[in-house]
T-cell receptor, first 117, second 115 residues
Framework: DGGITQSPKYLFRKEGQNVTLSCEQN?????MYWYRQDPGQGLRLIYY???????QKGDIAEGYSVSREKKESFPLTVTSAQKNPTAFYLC????????????????FGAGSRLTVL | AQKITQTQPGMFVQEKEAVTLDCTYD???????LFWYKQPSSGEMIFLIY??????QNATEGRYSLNFQKARKSANLVISASQLGDSAMYFC????????????FGTGTRLKVLA
């Protein structure tokens, strides 16, 4: 079955450590996204990528970094510069505007919950 | 300025009854898309229904329908014949324009279906 796989599901980080969240999709989607979700809030965009080797900052990119070396993969690194990284992180993908019939629906992974100790 | 507003933090509905979850939006772009997602306690976001700004008919998908009132800038989700499995968080989202990759999400409504 096609879908998005995020790992790990739960992750604990010590202060000052960088951690990387994995996101892999086998949907042949062009675009991929990382969102952060905090309790009582909606999703906020961290980074997105429309094509391989290209990505743009979202609304809350500070303290995060990404790469898009392969179409299927869009890992997110939470760096020590991120002051409040405890949150639920969701990866998503979409077919992309160029191939979309209009809706360009986001498909999400199951999420990764990061806790800073 | 908040562009997606969900004013109901929590809602209760009796099993088998219908329920409406409110969503209002704000945009000056004539081309936009509106989405509803369900987030069960497991955390994954599940796509429910989509409405394009130029769509003449209200969208429907099984027990879900979207009450789209363009002039009022509202896109309410109607769930008919509620089931216990419908208990979850529900998010309204908007994508402005066709060339953008930014989706704006509301703060969500927590729905609890009562047996």
């Amino acid at each position: 079955d096609g879908g998005i796989t995020q790992s790990p599901k739960y992750l604990f980080r010590k202060e000052g450590q960088n951690v990387t969240l994995s996101c892999e999709q086998n949907l042949n989607h062009d675009a991929m996204y990382w969102y952060r979700q905090d309790p009582g809030q909606g999703l906020r965009l961290i980074y997105y990528s429309q094509i391989v080797n290209d990505f743009q900052k979202g609304d809350i990119a500070e303290g995060y970094s990404v790469s898009r070396e392969k179409k299927e993969s869009f890992p997110l690194t939470v760096t020590s510069a991120q002051k409040n990284p405890t949150a639920f992180y969701l990866c998503a993908s979409s077919i992309g505007q160029a191939r979309s019939s209009g809706a360009n629906v986001l498909t999400f992974g199951a999420g990764s919950r990061l806790t800073v100790l | 300025a908040q562009k997606i507003t969900q004013t109901q933090p929590g809602m209760f509905v009796q099993e088998k009854e219908a329920v409406t979850l409110d969503c209002t939006y704000d945009t000056s772009d004539p081309s936009y898309g509106l989405f509803w997602y369900k987030q069960p306690s497991s955390g994954e976001m599940i796509f429910l229904i989509y409405q394009g700004s130029y769509d003449q008919q209200n969208a429907t998908e099984g027990r879900y329908s979207l009450n789209f009132q363009k002039a009022r800038k509202s896109a309410n989700l109607v769930i008919s014949a509620s089931q216990l499995g419908d208990s979850a968080m529900y998010f309204c989202a908007m994508r402005e324009g066709r060339g953008t990759y930014k989706y704006i999400f509301g703060t969500g409504t927590r729905l609890k279906v009562l047996a």
